[in-house]
C-alpha cells in the first residue's frame, strides 16, 4: 500500500520560508519520480517542481530560484524548501509519485498541505 502524507505547510508572511515535508511509505522513493503540485481556490492545479530517479530536478518558472526539491533516500521523504515566499504562492500543496511522469495522472498522490501567505 502505497502511502504519501504531507506535513509543514502553515502561515507565514511575505518574504518568508517554509519547508514541506512527504513521507513515503510502502515503496522506495528512490525508485519513483516525485514531484509537488500546488492548487488554489478557482486555479487549475499547478506542478511546482520535480525530482527524477537521478536526482535530476525541474521548476515552474513561478518558483525558480525561489524553491528547491529534493528527496532523502535515507529516510524515504521528499521535501519542498520554499524562500521568499509571495503571496501567490498560497495554495494546497500536494506530493506525487509515479514511475514514470509526474502530470496530474501520477499514480500516487498525499491529502495536500495548506500553505498561506500573507503581504
Known amino acids: 500500500q502505497v502511502q504519501l502524507v504531507e506535513s509543514g505547510g502553515g502561515s507565514v508572511q511575505a518574504g518568508g520560508s517554509l519547508r514541506l515535508s512527504c513521507a513515503v511509505f510502502?515503496?522506495?522513493?528512490?525508485?519513483?519520480?516525485m514531484g509537488w503540485f500546488r492548487q488554489a481556490p478557482g486555479k487549475t492545479r499547478e506542478r511546482v517542481a520535480v525530482?527524477?530517479?537521478?536526482?535530476?530536478?525541474t521548476y515552474a518558472d513561478s518558483v525558480k530560484g525561489r524553491f528547491t526539491i529534493s528527496l532523502d533516500n535515507a529516510k524515504n521523504t521528499l521535501y519542498l524548501q520554499m524562500n521568499s515566499l509571495e503571496p501567490e504562492d498560497a495554495a494546497m500543496y500536494s506530493c506525487?509519485?509515479?514511475?514514470?511522469?509526474?502530470?496530474?495522472?501520477?499514480?500516487?498522490w498525499g491529502q495536500g498541505t495548506q500553505v498561506t501567505v500573507s503581504s
Open positions: 525530482i527524477n530517479t537521478y536526482g535530476g530536478t
Open positions: 510502502g515503496y522506495t522513493s528512490s525508485r519513483y519520480r
Open positions: 506525487a509519485a509515479d514511475q514514470y511522469y509526474i502530470t496530474n495522472q501520477a499514480a500516487h
